[in-house]
């Protein structure tokens, strides 16, 4: 890979190019690879100075690069049936076909997760190689000041030079980790083509609450278990963690997806048992203390926190009413919590809403009122839940594009 400032290297030359790829994420070189292995002429540009910074940190830095599970019902969009035609078109399967060809190892978590045996960087050297077997010329740091149509072409205006080409394919992302030079370009693309934006939120993000109310727990930090969580049509397994100032773990970036300000979360913090039953059960002549007793199911910190704020700290399990155990059993089994907030797009995973794929063709992802501009990715108003299918989308949606433009 050759990367530059624009400098020399022909890029004045306007009609050089049949594709301008704008953001060299995980979208972006995937359509570049592909739209350039079919024999276009494509060129990929980026405002970053580091290549691909979000596929380096992904999965601790090992990048979950898919979920061999993925289908149309683990994402959320306005539109949930777009995504189905592109996922069918390029599998989890095809991508592991690319993975396994460039020699990557990897292994298998639970649900289907994918990752890497070591660094999330063979994921960005495969996909360079690739783009570079394509012939994919580079740009990069390079800004992008405007883009309008000229004729039956694309003008772009950039740091780099005045680009032009048949199709333009935004792969620019969202807003989440501004760190690592998250933007809203392709949002602002979108409406500069009247092209409707579904309004933009943190998803896959930690959840915050008022920190009056919070005070009881946030000494429990780093406190986590398995749970239930749910709200409105989200209802997830997995671990819990508390925090300082809230809640976070897969558990809560999953259903942070679902929830909005004002609702309140369901969480069942012993899903495997019938607290209530277990309890009255083992009363009998049992001095242990309540809490004691919870700790079986709840890390020890939260048996002891939980038991004082139903009144039963330092009681013996013998002592207790029987209607006293079947309340804290149905809180257990029940704890209602109403966020005030969430940790933002700085702790977002993703960012839910963006380009209205109603107004995009789901077989190329073109706008249908711009003939030759695509939009990809996460800038799309499609979302994946946490383990892998945001990356799946990022490459079903890319060779979708790929093969169209």
Same mark, same amino acid.
């Given at each position: 890979?050759?990367?530059?400032?624009?400098?020399?290297?022909?890029?004045? *030359?306007?009609?050089?190019? *049949?594709?301008?790829?704008?953001?060299?994420?995980?979208?972006? &070189? &995937?359509? +570049?690879?592909?739209?350039?292995?079919?024999?276009?002429?494509?060129?990929?540009?980026?405002?970053?100075?580091?290549?691909?910074? #979000?596929?380096? /940190?992904?999965?601790?830095?090992?990048?979950?690069?898919?979920?061999?599970?993925?289908?149309?019902?683990?994402?959320?969009?306005?539109?949930?049936?777009?995504?189905?035609?592109?996922?069918?078109?390029?599998?989890? =399967?095809?991508?592991?076909?690319?993975?396994?060809?460039?020699? /990557?190892?990897?292994?298998?978590?639970?649900?289907?997760?994918?990752?890497? *045996?070591?660094?999330?960087?063979?994921? /960005?050297?495969? !996909?360079?190689?690739?783009?570079?077997?394509?012939?994919?010329?580079?740009?990069?740091?390079?800004?992008?000041?405007?883009?309008? $149509?000229?004729?039956?072409?694309?003008?772009?205006?950039?740091?780099?030079?005045?680009? @032009?080409?048949?199709?333009?394919?935004?792969?620019?992302?969202?807003?989440?980790?501004?760190?690592?030079?998250?933007?809203?370009?392709?949002?602002?693309?979108?409406? @500069?083509?009247?092209?409707?934006?579904?309004?933009?939120?943190?998803?896959?993000?930690?959840?915050?609450?008022?920190?009056?109310?919070?005070?009881?727990?946030?000494?429990?930090?780093? +406190?986590? !278990?398995?749970?239930?969580?749910?709200?409105?049509?989200?209802?997830?397994?997995?671990?819990?963690?508390?925090?300082?100032?809230?809640?976070?773990?897969?558990?809560? !970036?999953?259903?942070?997806?679902?929830?909005?300000?004002?609702?309140?979360?369901?969480?069942?913090?012993?899903?495997?048992? $019938?607290?209530?039953?277990? !309890?009255?059960?083992?009363?009998?002549?049992?001095?242990?203390?309540?809490?004691? &007793?919870?700790?079986?199911?709840?890390?020890?910190?939260?048996?002891?926190?939980?038991?004082?704020?139903?009144?039963?700290?330092?009681?013996?399990?013998?002592?207790?009413?029987? #209607?006293?155990? $079947?309340?804290?059993?149905?809180?257990?089994?029940?704890? =209602?919590? #109403?966020?005030?907030?969430?940790?933002?797009?700085?702790?977002?995973?993703?960012?839910?809403?963006?380009?209205?794929?109603?107004?995009?063709?789901? #077989?190329? %992802? %073109?706008?249908?009122? @711009?003939?030759?501009?695509?939009?990809?990715?996460?800038? %799309?108003?499609?979302?994946?839940?946490?383990?892998?299918?945001?990356?799946?989308?990022?490459?079903?949606?890319?060779?979708?594009?790929? %093969?169209?433009?």
């Amino acid at each position: 890979m050759a990367l530059n400032d624009g400098v020399g290297d022909e890029i004045g *030359d306007a009609n050089g190019f *049949d594709v301008v790829v704008v953001g060299a994420g995980a979208a972006g &070189m &995937m359509a +570049a690879a592909v739209a350039g292995q079919r024999g276009r002429r494509v060129v990929l540009i980026d405002h970053a100075e580091k290549l691909a910074e #979000k596929i380096r /940190i992904s999965g601790g830095g090992r990048c979950n690069f898919t979920n061999l599970q993925t289908g149309p019902a683990n994402f959320l969009s306005e539109n949930p049936h777009f995504c189905r035609s592109a996922l069918s078109r390029y599998t989890p =399967q095809d991508f592991l076909k690319l993975v396994e060809k460039h020699g /990557i190892a990897w292994h298998e978590k639970h649900k289907g997760q994918l990752f890497c *045996d070591d660094s999330a960087q063979r994921i /960005i050297d495969m !996909l360079v190689a690739e783009c570079d077997t394509g012939g994919v010329s580079w740009r990069q740091p390079c800004k992008v000041s405007d883009l309008r $149509r000229d004729g039956a072409r694309w003008q772009l205006k950039t740091t780099a030079g005045t680009l @032009q080409a048949e199709s333009v394919v935004i792969a620019t992302g969202g807003l989440s980790i501004p760190k690592i030079g998250a933007s809203d370009f392709g949002h602002r693309i979108a409406r @500069q083509f009247d092209i409707p934006v579904v309004t933009p939120r943190p998803a896959l993000v930690p959840l915050t609450f008022d920190a009056t109310a919070w005070a009881p727990f946030a000494e429990l930090a780093g +406190a986590s !278990l398995e749970v239930e969580v749910s709200c409105a049509d989200g209802h997830f397994r997995e671990d819990l963690l508390f925090t300082h100032r809230g809640l976070s773990g897969p558990a809560i !970036l999953q259903i942070s997806s679902f929830w909005q300000p004002g609702e309140t979360l369901s969480i069942n913090l012993v899903p495997d048992q $019938r607290l209530d039953e277990v !309890l009255i059960a083992a009363k009998h002549g049992n001095r242990q203390h309540v809490a004691t &007793m919870l700790s079986q199911w709840l890390p020890r910190r939260l048996a002891e926190a939980w038991a004082e704020r139903h009144g039963l700290s330092g009681k013996p399990l013998a002592d207790c009413a029987d #209607k006293a155990l $079947r309340e804290l059993a149905r809180a257990t089994h029940s704890w =209602q919590l #109403k966020p005030a907030g969430s940790e933002g797009y700085r702790k977002a995973e993703v960012t839910r809403g963006g380009v209205g794929t109603r107004a995009l063709d789901q #077989k190329t %992802m %073109m706008a249908k009122n @711009q003939s030759g501009l695509y939009f990809i990715g996460e800038a %799309m108003d499609v979302t994946g839940w946490l383990g892998g299918y945001n990356f799946q989308w990022a490459w079903a949606s890319g060779y979708a594009a790929g %093969m169209a433009v």
